[in-house]
């Protein structure tokens, strides 16, 4: 059976194979209670999301994992989408968002991971 860094691992690889600009995997599991890795991903287009997201999901079909929240944080999504595994958190941003939230300065105590 996977570890859920494995399944991380896995999952930031699968985004980096999909085109996906700049992945990042921190592990954040020291630092907050209700996750343990981030996958921090740049789109460069809503059909770049919705390819990536698709992939995800067959992703977390075939490994056991469940989608508990898929969130739009702007009002057309085409900005910062969330998708929440529970343990493991993907964030699929556009350039603009990325650099406006700037997710790894905030999580930097964050252990960034190989994949």
């Known amino acids: 059976m996977?570890?859920?860094?494995?399944?991380?691992?896995?999952?930031?690889?699968?985004?980096?194979?999909?085109?996906?600009?700049?992945v990042v995997l921190l592990d954040v599991s020291g630092l907050n209670s209700w996750t343990d890795y981030f996958v921090i991903v740049t789109v460069t287009s809503s059909t770049h999301w919705q390819g990536l997201y698709k992939q995800?999901?067959?992703?977390i079909k075939e490994n056991d994992l469940e989608i508990h929240v898929t969130n739009k944080k702007s009002p057309d999504g085409d900005d910062w989408?969330?998708?929440?595994?529970?343990?493991?958190?993907?964030?699929?941003?556009?350039?603009?968002?990325?650099?406006?939230?700037?997710?790894?300065?905030?999580?930097?105590?964050?252990?960034?991971?190989?994949?």
């Open 2 to 22: 996977k570890t859920t860094e494995e399944k991380a691992k896995e999952i930031a690889k699968l985004m980096e194979d999909g085109k996906g600009r700049d």
């Open 56 to 59: 995800a999901k067959e992703y």
């Open 81 to 115: 989408n969330l998708v929440d595994l529970g343990p493991i958190v993907i964030h699929l941003m556009s350039e603009q968002a990325r650099e406006f939230y700037d997710l790894e300065k905030l999580w930097f105590s964050g252990k960034k991971l190989e994949f």
